[in-house]
T-cell receptor, first 117, second 116 residues
């Protein structure tokens, strides 16, 4: 029963490079969420995806950030031309399909700590 | 719009005492769920307890219970008989069923420190 798998655990990028963060949800989960956490702060919602669809990207910066959850393979959060302010922990979470149920907790990965130098 | 507020940035509690972590929320959705997560220093997010807006009884999970006061829009976490391993950040979170596409939003957290 593998949980949410995120890799890499730590990622160091120089300003201007691209960062690609991967997330494999719990087997059978069709919903993926990405959150960003700055030190000593809460988790900020970025984007919510289902297979091949972006459902809500209201928390995603309009530029440089993109996310996908293809039919096959992990979900990818991509940050182009990284800047120092992108340094944070990025958490992926998954849940099964909800319907009208609201009691499914999110299952979180251990996060990717991105450091931009 | 949904909103979660945790007004206690940090708390110190003596081991074996009970502790209450405050959480208030705002939503116009008639159906919603409330969650508490623990984040130890290692960084992972651990789900603790859930309360549905239509649940008649307060949720309990072992030493964790949720003091749900719907009219006051509060969902405080109570930890009984605190242990040193309870030292961590605690986040309150909410999911609306009909609006906001079922995303979960989090409060700013409370750092709980247990003194031996």
């Amino acid at each position: 029963n593998a949980g949410v798998m995120q890799n890499p655990r730590h990622l160091v990028r120089r300003r201007g490079q691209e960062a690609r963060l991967r997330c494999s949800p719990v087997k059978g989960h069709s919903h993926v969420y990405w959150y960003r956490q700055l030190p000593e702060e809460g988790l900020k919602f970025m984007v919510y995806l289902q297979k091949e669809n972006i459902i809500d990207e209201s928390g995603m910066p309009k530029e440089r950030f993109s996310a996908e959850f293809p039919k096959e393979g992990p979900s990818i959060l991509r940050i182009q031309q990284v800047v120092r302010g992108d340094s944070a922990a990025y958490f992926c979470a998954s849940s099964p399909g909800l319907g009208t149920k609201n009691n499914s907790p999110l299952h979180f990965g251990n996060g990717t700590r991105l450091t931009v130098t | 719009a949904q909103k979660i507020t945790q007004t206690q940035p940090g708390m110190f509690v003596q081991e074996k005492e009970a502790v209450t972590l405050d959480c208030t929320y705002d939503t116009s959705d008639p159906s919603y769920g409330l969650f508490w997560y623990k984040q130890p220093s290692s960084g992972e997010m651990i789900f603790l307890i859930y309360q549905g807006s239509y649940d008649q009884q307060n949720a309990t999970e072992g030493r964790y219970s949720l003091n749900f006061q719907k009219a006051r829009k509060s969902a405080n976490l109570v930890i009984s008989a605190s242990q040193l391993g309870d030292s961590a950040m605690y986040f309150c979170a909410m999911r609306e069923v009909y609006s906001s596409a079922s995303k979960i939003i989090f409060g700013s957290g409370t750092r709980l420190s247990i003194r031996p």
